[in-house]
């Protein structure tokens, strides 16, 4: 917005009455988020020029005082224009106080490095509050809805937990149009009064949900969230003890990395959850979105084990349940990584031969001794010490031809439908014994 004198004589008359509330605030004794509409009802003029009809005018001030918000060059804040996903990740980022990362969001092929909105959605994307429209997209200049908006601060403010406890009917006459992933954010949204009907600048008992959320009803949220967090949690905690059936919450989950060839991990309901009436807690279902990297076994009594097996990401999807009926879904992100790519249930053996013996043949199932794989075979084999033996593969088979005495390492790769392992055995040959060796039959 451009400076002139008008506006610096306001500015300062503005400072002026700050500071005048400020102190008449805490002489009084009252919060300071009481403060913010006080503010914005002394300006003694607008700042922007289109905010006379907006619904959300004392929150849009308050604000774009605390450097939350912006208006445009013109003099005009836009209350009505819609927003993109790259201006809600700033708008999220600034009030959770959250430090920009670039580095999180590098894996967003439409996210530049030197784009302005980069450290935010990297900021996001650390706080588990979005990870994108794709493993690989963010969709930065997408237009947010208002039903992705209300989603988008629930979870950042970790609410979207309770989604599953409200059973409260919708009492919007559009509530049809709500899409199934939104809905019961919506009614937590409702029920603790983050959104409420009069307020939504349409007509009353609407909502539009898949209409695009203007810049006012980003304000409003984010004024409500900011300001007045303590008192949606207060409200959010009677909802959970209103609840007629109560769920798991949710542990903190650390991701976990694993190395292919290494242990094993399980988990059991309870290292992912507790229960709020101290229920029994179990995993009742886990996917695993690539398996190629690690398989799961999931036991009738809900315990999860995870086994390494090739190198790479990955995310195990979660359902945990209480014995009430109670369920809570969370993801462990899954890292496997190149290890000494020889799993518990395969130990370096040795293969003893005579130089004498003529050339024999290994399956892949004689070096990975475990029979849990189909189709495995033998892609390649190398030896540690040249001149001992001569290696080849045929039709997935090593064949192993004597040379000399001695031993070396023989490392070979065993490829199955999940992927590429490495493997290692011993080869030891030695020279036949001559005293045990039969006389050349004599010839008359």
């Known amino acids: 917005m451009k400076n002139n004198g008008r506006t610096t004589r306001s500015s300062k008359i503005t400072r002026l009455a700050i500071g005048f509330l ?5 002489l009084a004794g009252q919060p300071y988020f009481n403060v913010h509409k006080a503010v914005a009802a ?10 006379e009809n907006a619904y959300a005018k004392q929150e849009i001030m308050a604000l774009v005082q605390s450097g939350v918000l912006s208006g445009y060059d013109d003099g005009t804040f836009a209350p009505n224009r819609s927003l993109s996903r790259a201006e809600l990740a700033k708008v999220l980022a600034k009030i959770m106080h959250l430090e920009e990362d670039l580095h999180a969001a590098a894996k967003f092929r439409d996210v ?3 784009s302005w909105y980069a450290g935010y959605v990297g900021a996001l994307v650390r706080s588990d509050v979005t990870n994108g429209t794709t493993e690989i997209s963010f969709s930065p200049h997408a237009t947010v809805s208002r039903e992705e908006l209300i989603v988008f601060f629930l979870r950042a403010w970790k609410m979207d937990q309770l989604a599953s406890s409200s059973s409260a009917p919708l ?3 559009d509530s049809a149009a709500i899409s199934p992933w939104a809905e019961a954010s919506i009614r937590v949204a409702a029920q603790i009064g983050i959104i409420q ?5 349409l007509a009353k008992s609407s909502l539009a949900p898949t209409a695009p959320a203007e810049r006012q009803f980003l304000a409003r949220l984010a004024y409500e969230f900011s300001v007045h967090y303590e008192l949606y949690r207060e409200k959010a905690k009677s909802l959970i003890q209103r609840a007629p059936n109560l769920n798991p919450v949710l542990k903190p989950i650390e991701p976990l990395v694993l190395s292919t060839g290494g242990a094993s991990k399980t988990y059991r309901g309870e290292d992912l959850a507790s229960d709020p009436e101290s229920t029994p807690l179990h995993i009742s279902s886990a996917t695993l979105d690539l398996p190629k990297h690690a398989r799961i076994e999931l036991s009738p009594d809900g315990v999860l084990t995870v086994h390494p097996m090739v190198s790479g990401y990955a995310k195990i999807m979660i359902k945990i349940a209480d014995t009430d009926g109670g369920i809570v879904e969370t993801e462990i992100k899954l890292t496997i990584k190149t290890g000494d790519n020889l799993p518990a249930e395969t130990t370096v053996h040795t293969v003893g031969r005579s130089t004498r013996t003529p050339s024999f043949t290994l399956l892949a199932t004689d070096i990975r001794t475990t029979p849990d794989y189909e189709g495995m075979y033998i892609e390649s084999a190398k030896a540690a010490t040249d001149g ?4 080849s593969v045929e039709n997935g088979a090593l064949v192993i031809k004597p040379l ?9 790769s065993i490829r199955n439908k999940y992927g590429l392992n490495t493997y290692s055995f011993n080869l030891t040959l030695v020279e036949p014994d001559p005293s045990k060796q039969r006389p050349p039959v004599q010839s008359h």
Not at 43 to 49: G, L, N
């Open 388 to 391: 001992i033996a001569a290696l």
């Open 42 to 51: 002394a300006e003694a003029q607008p700042v922007f020029t289109d905010l």
């Open 22 to 26: 400020l102190l008449w605030t805490a």
């Open 404 to 412: 000399a005495a001695g031993t070396t390492a023989i490392t070979v």
């Open 171 to 173: 009492a919007y006459n």
């Open 112 to 114: 530049p490095v030197d």
């Open 197 to 201: 009907e009069k307020d939504n600048g």
